[in-house]
């Protein structure tokens, strides 16, 4: 699998993708000074209670939205990084499903979480953290002894740094219960993570199927 990879492959998908993503921002900012706020907020954020208010179109335009710039540069940063070599095990239109369906998964979760676990059914959230979650996990099953930077420092094993990654994820969920943690959507990126651990199940086994059937 490793052989099918260049390191200097272009992604138009991905590239698409990041400007949907930038264009959404600017948007954002661009409201701040025009009095659109409330127009973002109720179509970009998404929550239990904008769901329950037939907001629905919020699960996924919440996995393009982001309003600070720190925010946007880690999530596309990390797509880019990590998407182009993915894709390339894909094909596009799979990739964009598996996308899409893993930031869905983490705008539904961070929803459930957020109302039945945390009691705060209002609790906004965006960013294609949940998305970025599903391929850093998908990546590091891929690729699980490929070596990664660690806060961009210290080199580890992708299948480590990604299991590290989910126990993060876990313990501040777990922390947000008890009153404490950080403002992080921990459902969200464990909804996406969850849904990068499926497409891989799913990928080999059809990659098996279809290896058995080119030798036999």
Same mark, same amino acid.
């Given at each position: #699998? ?23 921002f600017? +948007? %954002? ?46 999530? #596309? ?37 957020? +109302? ?8 906004? +959230? ?15 099953l #891929? ?10 420092? &210290?080199?580890?094993? +992708?299948? %480590? ?9 876990? %313990? ?18 464990l909804?996406?993570?969850? &849904? ?21």
């Amino acid at each position: #699998m490793e052989r099918l990879i260049d390191p200097f492959y272009k992604s138009q998908l991905i590239n698409s993708i990041i400007l949907v993503n930038v264009g959404v921002f600017l +948007a %954002w900012q661009y409201s701040f000074f025009q009095g659109g706020l409330q127009f973002m907020a109720e179509n970009f954020l998404v929550s239990w209670q904008a769901l329950e208010q037939g907001r629905i179109w919020t699960a996924l335009t919440s996995v393009f939205s982001h309003n600070a710039f720190f925010h946007i540069f880690i999530n #596309m940063f990390v797509l880019n990084s990590f998407g182009v070599i993915v894709i390339q095990v894909t094909k596009t239109k799979p990739f964009l499903i598996f996308y899409l369906i893993a930031g869905l998964a983490g705008s539904l979760i961070h929803s459930f979480t957020s +109302a039945f676990l945390l009691d705060e059914p209002a609790l906004n +959230a965006l960013g294609a953290s949940g998305a970025i979650a599903g391929i850093i996990l998908l990546f590091a099953l #891929m690729f699980p002894q490929k070596k990664i930077l660690l806060l961009g420092i &210290i080199p580890i094993r +992708a299948i %480590w740094g990604a299991l590290m990654f989910v126990g993060i994820d876990l %313990w501040g969920l777990v922390a947000q219960t008890k009153g404490g943690g950080l403002p992080i959507g921990h459902g969200a990126h464990l909804g996406g993570a969850l &849904i990068g651990v499926i497409y891989f199940i799913w990928l080999r086994k059809k990659f098996n199927e279809e290896h058995y059937n080119l030798v036999g």
